[in-house]
């Protein structure tokens, strides 16, 4: 399973670093995405990162303001969100996969966190 953490109320131009705690398979087997969905909505996926964190990919939404990593040794990923802007108000999701390419596709994703709520206030 995965778990969130790190969401919260900021103000526009403010930071928040989520976290994702895998637990259950062999984390260095998966790679992850983030994914965030607002009211009435689709799901958005917004960064991917590959088994062994060599490749990183964006939305055109949070590039260069969002980074996606990984701690293999402490079966743990983040996103650093920088520059928070209203519109990234959402909750946001992690997920796993086991497809051996770059996706943000949700269909992708074989587990899921239980989101967690970011706020951006202007």
């Known amino acids: 399973q995965l778990e969130e953490s790190g969401g919260g109320l900021v103000q526009s131009g403010g930071s928040l670093r989520l976290s994702c705690v895998a637990t259950?398979?062999?984390?260095?087997?998966?790679?992850f995405g983030w994914f965030r969905q607002a009211p009435g909505k689709e799901r958005e996926g917004i960064a991917y990162?590959?088994?062994?964190?060599?490749?990183?990919e964006y939305a055109d939404s949070v590039m260069g303001r969002f980074t996606i990593s990984r701690d293999n040794a402490e079966n743990t990923f983040y996103l650093q969100m920088n520059n928070l802007r209203p519109e990234d108000t959402s909750i946001y999701y992690c997920?796993?996969?086991?497809?051996?390419?770059?996706?943000?596709?949700?269909?992708?994703?074989?587990?899921w966190g239980q989101g967690t709520q970011v706020t951006v206030s202007s």
């Open positions: 997920a796993a996969s086991t497809l051996g390419r770059p996706t943000r596709d949700p269909s992708d994703f074989e587990y």
């Open positions: 259950g398979f062999t984390f260095k087997y998966y790679s």
């Open positions: 990162i590959n088994r062994d964190g060599s490749t990183a």
